[in-house]
């Protein structure tokens, strides 16, 4: 199981993978788990958390988003753990329902699967419905909740994606970028591209020095910076450039 670990002493363990990633963060004050992944991973998900030995519960699940292979065992996981969800606040009307719309393709072929996948709908794409007990606008701070954790909007993939920085040096993004590809973050479904590259140069003002993507393995600053400056050329953005 990957690990990576913060100055502060905050452990982050990979705790699923495959179809997507899933996140738990181990604080020494309680424990919070980022995305949930799709049914058929719960069996080794449960394995993977059981087998860390947590002195404490889960507190809180972050959901980056609410496409179907990343929150389908939300539902499930609250129930057992008797802990709260956050999502981000234009995500919460899908959840009542239990289906996000898939996202739009950025790739001619992913157009075609997206369309495809959206006349399917939710007979396919669906997820337990559950209601979400704390909305994420632009940015929300868990010092009060005891936790060196700041959650801040990073639309593009959809509208409410957020992403979590964790003592301002790494961060867990969702599928605002991918780590599948090599030497690209770029994913091929999203809703808006643009806003989505806006969103790269938003973690970028961070200090994070590392990425943790919904798909794939890690990302490092200077590939994600790379790809921030040939996508906000091809788009022609008109923003700063980011700092490093």
């Known amino acids: 199981m990957k690990k990576w670990k913060t100055k502060n002493g905050y452990e982050i363990y990979l705790v699923s993978s495959g179809r997507s990633n899933v996140y738990l963060i181990s604080t020494g004050k309680g424990n919070i788990l980022v995305d949930t992944g799709w049914k058929y991973s719960y069996p080794g998900l449960k394995r993977n958390i059981n087998s860390l030995g947590l002195p404490q519960p ?77 909305l994420i606008g632009d940015y929300l701070d868990l010092s009060k909740d005891g936790f060196d954790i700041q959650l801040i909007s990073t639309p593009g993939h959809s509208r409410g994606s957020v992403s979590v920085i964790i003592n301002n040096e790494i961060a867990i993004v969702g599928d605002t970028m991918l780590g599948i590809f090599r030497n ?13 590259v806006r969103s790269w140069e938003k973690l970028l003002k961070t200090e994070c020095h590392l990425f943790l993507p919904g798909h794939g393995k890690a990302l490092g600053r200077e590939l994600v910076r790379r790809e921030y400056e040939k996508y906000s050329t091809k788009y022609a953005l008109n923003t700063p450039q980011s700092g490093d």
């Open 184 to 196: 690209s973050i770029f994913t091929p479904f999203a809703d808006d591209p643009k806003e989505m």
């Open 58 to 134: 889960i507190s809180l699940i972050i959901l980056t988003h609410t496409h179907f292979d990343h929150c389908h065992n939300a539902y499930i996981l609250r129930k057992q753990e008797n802990c709260k969800i956050l999502t981000g606040e234009h995500e919460a009307k899908f959840t009542k329902y239990g289906y996000t719309p898939i996202p739009a393709g950025t790739l001619f072929i992913t157009k075609l699967l997206s369309g495809l996948g959206s006349l399917i709908g939710g007979s396919w794409f669906g997820y337990p419905s559950f209601t979400t007990d704390r």
